[in-house]
């Protein structure tokens, strides 16, 4: 069995796209305390067009609320809160074409998770 990757470097690392995902390959980024960072931005798993944006900045969301829906290569793509927390920028809109690791959401986590 064969398929198809699509491979994109950024300056903090590198992400590999396939039909159905995507994983970024890079260091941890750390806060000033040695934790992970807090928030968490919700990336395109490939390149598409957004079809749906259900979120606005602001808004509270609990793990897995639908944030986006994207479409691509005739499939359409459910992305979801991967966390509990607070919308704090849509990077997207709808009818956008988006690349492979665009961030389309950025989360602050849940008060009380902090």
């Known amino acids: 069995m064969s398929a198809r990757l699509r ?21 941890e980024r750390r806060d000033a305390a040695g934790g992970s960072a807090g928030s968490a931005e919700v990336r395109a798993p490939m390149t598409g067009r957004v079809v749906q944006v259900a979120v606005t900045p602001g808004a509270t969301v609990r793990a897995d609320d639908l944030l986006v829906i994207l479409q691509a290569m005739k499939m359409e793509y459910r992305l979801t809160a991967p966390h509990p927390g607070t919308v704090e920028r849509v990077l997207c809109a709808e009818g956008q074409m988006v690349d492979l690791g665009s961030t389309l959401v950025s989360l602050a986590p849940a008060p009380d998770a902090a």
Do not use: E, L, Q, S
Request: hydrophobic fraction near 50%; proline fraction near 5%; glycine fraction near 24%.
């Open 7 to 27: 491979v994109v470097r950024t300056a903090r690392g590198v992400w590999v796209g396939w039909p159905g995902g995507a994983k970024f390959f890079g260091a």
